[in-house]
């Protein structure tokens, strides 16, 4: 069902205190034991994504996971790690409104966080 709702990210990069621009964020819907991707789309110099990954029309409620391919994002950035830690950072949420839903990233070579923000 189609909602007036709307999926945004923002993605910051704990370790250089500044946004993480260029990361590759894909988009999945989960339908049980399956997994639909949706889309795929990297980050601005603001470490945002220049769309919604979900408005209008494309606006669902259900099972979501959004995965952050922070191992690609500092590699690229020359961090060579002598025992690399983290590669793609899974979240797993659900949408069970037709509201705002912002998943924030908070992330290192060795650690993120998230929360539910607005």
């Known amino acids: 069902m189609a909602g007036s709702g709307r999926l945004t990210t923002h ?3 704990t370790a250089h205190g500044k946004p993480a621009r260029g990361m590759r964020i894909d988009l999945l819907f989960i339908h049980g034991d399956h997994t639909h991707h ?3 789309s990297y980050t601005n110099a603001d470490g945002r994504l220049d769309q919604s990954l ?8 259900g099972e979501f996971e959004l995965h952050f391919h922070v191992g690609q994002y500092f590699s690229r950035l020359g961090l060579e790690l ?5 590669d793609v950072v899974p979240i797993r949420f659900t949408i069970s409104e037709d ?3 912002h998943v924030p ?3 290192s070579p060795f650690g993120y966080s998230t929360y539910r923000g607005s």
Do not use: G, I, K, N
């Open 38 to 40: 949706l889309m795929e």
């Open 82 to 86: 002598e025992t690399p830690f983290l």
């Open 54 to 61: 979900l408005a209008d029309d494309q606006f669902q409620q």
């Open 105 to 107: 990233l908070l992330v």
């Open 99 to 101: 509201a705002h839903y």
């Open 11 to 13: 993605v910051l990069d």
